[in-house]
Structures are given as structure tokens and as C-alpha cells.
């Protein structure tokens, strides 16, 4: 049975991606920092789909975090076939107020340590060819983000990065997919202080849905996913704007401020 490893598996999109996973009768590597949260995952896919779910507690914002879970897994004898890098935070703050130590936080848990587990895992499975990689951007990631500034480039990074994997690697049996949801229903919002914002106001989708969405593009291969046909349109739209309007647009989306 090919396994799953999913960072940030303790809420939100990641516990509705452990579901899809689990639901398609793949063992599972749960992984982030509520160990309590994990086991009760573990213990409800365990008992209602009958696979084999491990659970590593562990906190992905540190330098070393990609070589220690890389290492729990090698010590574990765990062989991961399809990896989903999904942990990631955002905060609703002006770039000036924001704390060094926050920002430099966000970068290594968005950009760093997927990055670092990527290609620590990578090898294993080339060697094996097969498996697939689901890395979770944003529709963030095709604009600036007034207010969200270092949370916005992250995901741009993501995306990047990510699409020119999937053509780096194409015919080696791995697939890299990365998969954009737009305001979704999860703990994120509360995060990053923006519960409030026009943008969960107007357009927000459950996260069981994003995640099934994200499920689907990874099985099919596909290189890049925008969730839903509202966030299609938008992204589409963006492409067709100034940048300054698209920046306009933008803060108000987050802040309620143009
Ligand atoms: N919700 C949205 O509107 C939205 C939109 C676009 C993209 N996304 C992206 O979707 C992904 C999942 O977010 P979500 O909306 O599901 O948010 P969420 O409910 O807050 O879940 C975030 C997950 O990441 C884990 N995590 C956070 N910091 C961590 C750390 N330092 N080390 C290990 N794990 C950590 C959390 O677990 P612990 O707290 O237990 O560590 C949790 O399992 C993120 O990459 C986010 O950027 C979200």
C-alpha cells in the first residue's frame, strides 16, 4: 500500500486531505505540531478506513525540521510515495510592524522546509519512479498582497518552484502538482487575523472541498490547480488588469482598506 506524508495534517485543509487520502486506502504519515490533535486523526482514519496511520509531532518553522523528519522517517523504516506539503501560516500585518522573527518563520515553514523535504524525499522516489508531490500555494501566489506582503511571496514561491519541478521531472514517473485555494473555511483566517476580511466574506469554500480538489489534481498529475470556478475567474481576470488595480483590489480583498 503506497503511504502519504501530510504536513500541517492536524486541521484544516491537511486533516481533509488525510480523509481523501485515507478514503483511497493509502497508509498515512500525519505531521505538525498538536500531537493530541494527530493521534486523534490517526485513531478515527485508522478505525474507519483500515490503514496504517503514524504520527509525528513536530514543529516544521526550524531550520533543521526537513533533516529531522527525514531522519525520524528513516529510523521509523516509513517510505513515503506521495508527499504533501501543506503546513504554512499567513498574518494580516503591515510589513513594518511585523516581527523579524514572525516573518523569517513564515518563509521556513512556506518556503524553506518544503523546499528542504522535497528534496530530501525526492531522490527516493525518482529511484523508485514513482510518486507525487502536492505542494499547497494560494491564489495569493499570482498577485502581490498589501498587508500580507512576506505571506503573498511565499506563495508565489510555492508556485514557481513548484511548476518548474513538474516540467523538470516529467516522464521520470514523479509528478509534481501545485494546487492554489482561494479563502477557505479553516483555522487560517483566525492566524493571520483575518477573519474579518472582505475576502472570507465574500467567497470562502469548505475545506473538504478544497482538499478533494487538491486530491484529484495530485492522482491526475496534473502541474497546477486553482480551486473552484470563482478563483478561476479571478486569477484569469488578473492577468487582464493593471498591476496597480491588482494591488488596489487586493489590499481591499484583505483589509477592507483600498
Ligand atoms: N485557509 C485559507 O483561506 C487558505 C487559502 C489558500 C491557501 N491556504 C494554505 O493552505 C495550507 C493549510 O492551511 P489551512 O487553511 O488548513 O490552515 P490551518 O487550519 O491553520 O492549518 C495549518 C496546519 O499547519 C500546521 N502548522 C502550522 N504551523 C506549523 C509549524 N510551525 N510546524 C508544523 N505544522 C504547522 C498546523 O498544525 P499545528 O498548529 O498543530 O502545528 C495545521 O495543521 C497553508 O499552506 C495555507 O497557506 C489556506
Known sequence: MATALITG?????????????AAGKHDLVLVARSRDKLQALADRLQQEFGIKVDVIAMDLATEDAAAALYA???????????????????NNIMFAEMQSEDALQMIQLNISTLTHLTRLLLPGMLARRHGRVLNIASTAAFMPGPTQA???????????FSEAL????????????????????????????????????????????VARGAYRAMMRGQSMAIAGLFNNLLIFSTRLTPRWLVRKITRWLTDGRA
Not at 502538482?177 to 472582505?198: K, N
Open 9 to 21: 495534517a492536524s486541521s484544516g485543509i491537511g486533516l481533509e486531505l488525510g480523509r481523501q487520502f
Open 72 to 90: 525520524t522517517l528513516q529510523q521509523q523504516n516509513l517510505q513515503v510515495d506521495y508527499l504533501v506539503n501543506n503546513a504554512g501560516f499567513g
Open 150 to 160: 512576506v505571506y503573498f511571496a511565499t506563495k508565489a514561491y510555492v508556485l514557481s
Open 166 to 209: 513538474a516540467d523538470e521531472l516529467a516522464g521520470s514517473g514523479v509528478t509534481v502538482t501545485v494546487y492554489c485555494p482561494g479563502p477557505t473555511h479553516t483555522g487560517f483566517a483566525d492566524r493571520a487575523h483575518m477573519s474579518e476580511a472582505p475576502m472570507f466574506k465574500l467567497n470562502a469554500m469548505s475545506a473538504e472541498v
